[in-house]
């Protein structure tokens, strides 16, 4: 965790570090509104990951990689649009499979496997800098719900969904195109601790619990993904800049 904050505290000196790049291009208004669509490429962290299996204790309740999609509507507030308020929704599955396929495209992971359902949604903030600029890089951070399920896995069967609240950070860098800028590409990398804040476990037979609280392992099973994200950007209420009549 102390790793991840000072992870953090650098990105946000680096961010910070280069608004003066473009400060001489400010060819557009900022956007009131920007929506942005991902693809997600993900990787399980802290105790999420896991491969071990064996006949003896019936698997595990680990994942390794995943794919997923992410709908994220931003509004600019203040007049630079500088601060931006997060709301966001996304689809991922995670998966812990033993076979040789490429792990992002697995769609039907080989017995015996663990395949997670995760929706999530998420109510942040984030700073951009240069928002009338062509190039912007941001960072910001928010409050995640999360609803975990495996209808498919290698310890007990299937796993009923859990809600676990967890929070983000996020950063990331967009650059539009065209004489309005209404449209644009973005490659993000977000890390979400998705039981921060909640836990459980349930040690009865048979039980098909989540299982990430003290009670099963003698230790709060910490779970996380890290994703990365590539899509597009939509900038609604983005005009070209006005220019000074002499």
Not at 83 to 99: H, P, Q, S
Not at 142 to 155: C, D, E, L, Q, Y
Request: hydrophobic share 35%; glycine share 12%.
């Amino acid at each position: 965790m102390k790793n991840l904050i000072k992870s953090v505290f650098l990105l946000s000196i680096f961010l910070l570090s280069i608004q003066n790049i473009y400060s001489q291009n400010l060819p557009y208004t900022p956007p009131v509104v920007t929506i942005n669509a991902n693809f997600n490429g993900n990787l399980a962290a802290l105790d999420f990951y896991g491969t071990y299996y064996s006949e003896q204790d019936q698997g595990n309740y680990g994942a390794v990689w995943g794919r997923g999609a992410s709908l994220n509507f931003k509004f600019g507030i203040g007049k630079n649009k500088s601060f931006r308020i997060l709301a966001g929704f996304e689809y991922n599955k995670m998966i812990n499979a033993n076979d040789d396929s490429f792990p992002f495209f697995t769609i039907d992971p080989k017995s015996p496997a663990t395949d997670y359902d995760i929706f999530t949604g998420v109510l942040g903030g984030e700073y951009v800098t240069k928002p009338r600029c062509p190039e912007r890089f941001y960072i910001g951070g928010g409050f995640t719900t999360n609803r975990i399920s495996a209808p498919v896995s290698n310890k007990n069967g299937p796993i009923d969904p859990a809600y676990r609240f967890g929070m983000q950070v996020h950063g990331g860098y967009e650059y539009v195109f065209g004489q309005k800028g209404t449209f644009g590409i973005n490659i993000g990398l977000k890390f979400n601790y998705m039981n921060l804040f909640n836990s459980g476990s349930d040690l009865s037979p048979g039980n098909a619990n989540l299982n990430d609280g003290v009670g099963l392992f003698g230790f709060k099973r910490k779970i996380a993904v890290t994703s990365l994200n590539l899509g597009v950007v939509f900038n609604l209420g983005q005009k070209p800049f006005p220019t000074k009549k002499r």
